[in-house]
């Protein structure tokens, strides 16, 4: 198979697309494939670290005000589909494949124009505007989420395969799950939750977490902080000089730049503190952990709290607003919740039943008949 696949922007875009493209090599090693991206997004430090090549045209995301730069960024987007049309006609594939995201417009109407098949990914709950526009252009629509299916009405083909993550259910020993503990300094017999922000930052509950480890609020559970490493020494520096805290010495406590283990990590704790990417909350549902979820204010269509909504519906779930966070409703209500251990694990049970099994396999074999439909 001969595919591209525009990605470009955020890893919740990139990262996808790389794992449908190595499952496609997985199925058919001689395949040949190739991203189409922009020179400015993450994919240009994501996709190098792979074996794909990445091809660039001159696109632009937009904003809905009426301002000169904006009319600059459309006119440059949709004649970036010249630029699109000239990769395919050179790279002649039999299929292009968009995850999302402004990339996936100029691509993926190049792709139309050129009678090749185009099959869209969307992750999320609420879809974005480049998968709404060319929807009904698709193929095929392969979703993350059931509830993205009635915000499609113009789709030809909906299929829900969820989204490739890393993170999976695993089976940690008892002895494994000891050095996972001491090398955290972490304790056995107390309730762990875990925080971390994701890629566009988490301001907001890096200020509430400050405040109640400051505070040492934390008396009935455990803190394993991913801070990220831009505002790891910024926080570091805000214990010590505000609160004569050492960032690696505050009981109950362990905060580190990044998770490299995160999948270990997720599947040994007793509940989750995130934002709620479609990528994270795939990943909470294959774990089948318990979680709060604080989604990003800021996200394209307010997507990250629809996603959130899809976790909550069913019991899995609480959600906090980002402009209704503060140290105390964080505390109170991750009290609330770690002193029911019971209704902990009922949560968690209740997560895992919206994950979706072969994930990468369902997309590969949906892709396989759009080739085969051309």
Not at 110 to 120: H, N, R, S, T
Not at 240 to 260: L, T
Not at 288 to 313: D, M, S
Request: proline share 5%; hydrophobic share 40%.
């Amino acid at each position: 198979m001969k595919a591209i696949i525009a990605a470009a922007g955020t890893g919740g875009h990139i990262n996808p697309g790389i794992a449908i493209a190595n499952e496609i090599k997985k199925q058919e090693p001689n395949s040949e494939i190739i991203f189409i991206g922009t020179n400015r997004g993450l994919e240009n430090d994501l996709v190098p670290r792979t074996e794909y090549a990445l091809e660039m045209i001159n696109a632009y995301g937009f904003d809905r005000t009426l301002s000169l730069e904006n009319f600059k960024k459309i006119y440059q987007t949709f004649h970036s589909i010249k630029e699109a049309k000239k990769i395919i006609d050179k790279f002649k594939p039999d299929v292009v494949i968009g995850t999302g995201g402004y990339i996936c417009v100029p691509v993926g109407l190049a792709a139309k124009k050129k009678k090749i098949p185009l099959v869209l990914h969307e992750s999320n709950a609420f879809p974005g505007v480049a998968v709404k526009i060319l929807s009904g252009k698709a193929n095929k629509v392969l979703l993350g989420f059931e509830d993205a299916k009635p915000r499609l009405p113009k789709a030809k083909e909906l299929v829900v395969t969820g989204t490739p993550t890393k993170v999976k259910k695993v089976t940690i020993s008892q002895n494994r799950k000891q050095e996972l503990l001491t090398q955290n300094g972490l304790k056995a017999n107390m309730p762990i939750v875990l925080f971390f922000g994701g890629s566009q930052g988490a301001q907001s509950i890096n200020q509430s977490l400050i405040e109640i480890i400051s505070k040492k609020q934390n008396q009935n559970y455990q803190i394993m902080w991913a801070a990220g490493p831009a505002q790891y020494e910024e926080i570091a520096k805000t214990l010590k000089e505000s609160h004569h805290m050492e960032i690696d010495k505050i009981p109950n406590v362990k905060i580190v730049p990044y998770i490299y283990n995160m999948e270990e990590m997720m599947n040994i704790v007793d509940l989750v503190v995130c934002r709620s990417g479609a990528m994270t909350i795939t990943e909470i549902t294959n774990v089948g952990k318990p979680a709060i979820f604080i989604p990003f204010p800021f996200a394209t269509e307010n997507h990250q709290e629809y996603n959130a909504r899809v976790l909550e519906k069913v019991g899995a779930a609480k959600i906090i607003l980002d402009k209704n966070l503060n140290a105390q409703i964080l505390n109170e209500t991750i009290e609330n919740m770690v002193r029911n251990q019971n209704n902990l694990k009922e949560m968690g049970k209740k997560a895992n039943k919206l994950a979706i099994e072969q994930v990468e396999q369902k997309i590969y074999q949906e892709i396989k008949k759009a080739v085969r439909q051309k």
